[in-house]
């Protein structure tokens, strides 16, 4: 499976991004997308996390009702809709998959990365 992240930016305060996430490959592998962030100096964050099948969804705390995640099963595309971004929401941003079912937030328990997008929010 290779997951392609695309979409980052520079955009100001509040202002929305969507970012996408390409996959490819054996993505019948694929149960469940994710969504990271880093930030500089930071740990990964886990931010969101989709079924493969778009049914059911899951959010961290921070940005639930900001940021909206979806897959499209006819482009095998994923996507985080990011709305009234803040500058804090600066960092790098990674889609992530894994074999297994259920909503994970740790890194290590997702088995597939695309390489990192880097958003941008200025105040």
């Known amino acids: 499976v290779q997951l392609q992240a695309s979409g980052g930016g520079l955009v100001q305060a509040g202002d929305s991004l969507r970012l996408s996430c390409a996959a490819s490959g054996d993505t019948f592998n694929i149960k469940t997308m994710g969504w990271f962030r880093q930030a500089p100096g930071k740990e990964h964050e886990f931010l969101a996390a989709v079924t493969w099948s778009g049914s059911r969804t899951y959010y961290t705390r921070s940005v639930r009702g900001r940021f909206t995640i979806s897959r499209d099963n006819a482009q095998n595309a994923g996507y985080l809709q990011m709305n009234s971004l803040k500058p804090e929401d600066t960092a790098f941003y990674y889609c992530?998959?894994?074999?297994?079912?259920?909503?994970?937030?740790?890194?290590?328990?997702?088995?597939?990365w695309g390489q990192g997008t880097l958003v941008t929010v200025s105040s």
């Open positions: 992530a998959a894994r074999s297994g079912s259920g909503f994970y937030t740790l890194r290590s328990q997702y088995h597939y």
